[in-house]
Structures are given as structure tokens and as C-alpha cells.
Nanobody
């Protein structure tokens, strides 16, 4: 049972990145999926979440209108499209789900927004 994130990197302010999170070992399509982030010296915060069928999404106020969460249940993958990135978006981004096996976390992927 695992979540594996990818797609992080260094990008200039105003740029875009797409994060991916590949799930395995559980019935992905049954569960809400979430993206969190944690910046140095700050608490981990919820960025976005998506319902099991992908119909309902919610976003932190700080990313509304810039980030889009989506999922492909056939590929067991959840995505986070990040546009108009700002330096304050710099953080380690984590994929998460609360399943019958408990809280699942990926290893995280670093996103750095800097000129």
C-alpha cells in the first residue's frame, strides 16, 4: 500500500507544474484523495481534495483559481495542476488518503518557486 508523488521541481514565479501521485495496494477509486503541503518552519496544510468519483473538489483559499486537482481512477493517479506559481507556494507537497488501512502519505515532492 503506497502513494508515490512526482513532478516537483524548481520553477520561476508565474510558472506552472503538474504533480502526480500514483497509488497502489488499495482500491483507489473508493477514496477521497488530498494534496497537502509543508513549508519550512510551518505546519502541514491542506491544499486540495477530490471526491472518489472526481465530482467534488475543494481548495485552500490561497490556491483557489490557480491550482486544479483531478484524478484518473483507471490509472490510480491523482494530479495537482499548479499555475501562476508564487514564491509562497514553495513547499514539500504530499499526497494523502484516509483508507481502511489508516492514513496514507507519500514521501513528498519538493516544489520551489524562485527566480
Amino acid at each position: 500500500v503506497q502513494l508515490v508523488e512526482s513532478g516537483g521541481g524548481l520553477v520561476q514565479p508565474g510558472g506552472s507544474l503538474r504533480l502526480s501521485c500514483a497509488a497502489s495496494g488499495f482500491t483507489f477509486s473508493r477514496y477521497v484523495m488530498r494534496w497537502y503541503r509543508q513549508a519550512p518552519g510551518k505546519e502541514r496544510e491542506l491544499v486540495a481534495e477530490i471526491s472518489s468519483a472526481g465530482v467534488i473538489t475543494n481548495y485552500a483559499d490561497s490556491v483557489k483559481g490557480r491550482f486544479t486537482i483531478s484524478r484518473d481512477n483507471a490509472k490510480n493517479t491523482v494530479y495537482l495542476q499548479m499555475n501562476s506559481l508564487k514564491p509562497e507556494d514553495t513547499a514539500v507537497y504530499y499526497c494523502n488518503s484516509l483508507t481502511l488501512a489508516g492514513q496514507l502519505w507519500g514521501q513528498g515532492t519538493q516544489v520551489t518557486v524562485s527566480s
